[in-house]
């Protein structure tokens, strides 16, 4: 069955611009996360939803939003970009959140803000 | 979150077995231990996850401490395309997010 889809692959945008990443999880799988993965932070939590509803939420700035859709996709969206905004957004999708569940990555869209 | 306790860098050579350490002295009775592991330029790769006994599949094999507080994850035949960053996770039964630490870094030798 076909993996987890991140698009775009790569971006490139300029500061105070905007940007919206997609994730298309595996068929039948209704949680996604989304993580950001820099060289000096590393991989780090942004937010988790499970039939189109936010449960839980890392530490970022209120410029990261997201959202799911009915059929389980979900896109994030950052606004006001910033330099420090450059990394790699992954998405992750399980069939259910939880430890007994394994969780499942797309390739991941690098984001490269000048 | 539970912490979990990894080597930075760990050296093997082809063919042989790699047995990857990693220490959760403050595991909860619920938390699932997990592995994954990312190639370069890729997302990560789930590997394998256990509660308390061991465990395997066509990847590897887990081996989780009676107690818990530690548990090895062994490639039985590292192959080049082994060569990762592997990282131990604990999750809870109602976790819904994964926190990665710096994992371990395996480099594999011809």
Not at chain 1, 11 to 18: A, E, H, P
Not at chain 2, 27 to 53: A, F, K, N
Request: one cysteine or more; charged letters at 15%; aromatic letters at 10%.
């Amino acid at each position: 069955k076909a993996g987890v889809t991140q698009t775009p692959r790569y971006l490139i945008k300029t500061r105070g611009q905007q940007v919206t990443l997609s994730c298309s999880p595996i068929s039948g799988h209704r949680s996604v996360s989304w993580y950001q993965q820099t060289p000096g932070q590393g991989l780090q939590f942004l937010f988790e939803y499970f039939s189109e509803t936010q449960r839980n939420k890392g530490n970022f700035p209120g410029r990261f939003s997201g959202r799911q859709f009915s059929n389980s996709r979900s896109e994030m969206n950052v606004s006001t970009l910033e330099l420090g905004d450059s990394a790699l957004y992954l998405c992750a999708s399980s069939l259910v959140a939880g430890g007994a569940t394994e969780a499942f990555f797309g390739q991941g869209t690098r984001l490269t803000v000048v | 979150d539970a912490k979990t306790t990894q080597p930075n860098s760990m050296e093997s050579n082809e063919e042989e077995p790699v047995h990857l350490p990693c220490n959760h002295s403050t595991i909860s009775g619920t938390d699932y231990i997990h592995w994954y592991r990312q190639l370069p330029s890729q997302g990560p790769e789930y590997v394998i996850h256990g509660l308390t006994s061991n465990v395997n599949n066509r990847m590897a094999s887990l081996a989780i401490a009676e107690d818990r507080k530690s548990s090895t994850l062994i490639l039985h035949r590292a192959t080049l395309r082994d060569a990762a960053v592997y990282y131990c996770i604990l999750r809870g039964g109602s976790n819904y997010k994964l926190t990665f630490g710096k994992g371990t870094l395996l480099t594999v030798n011809p």
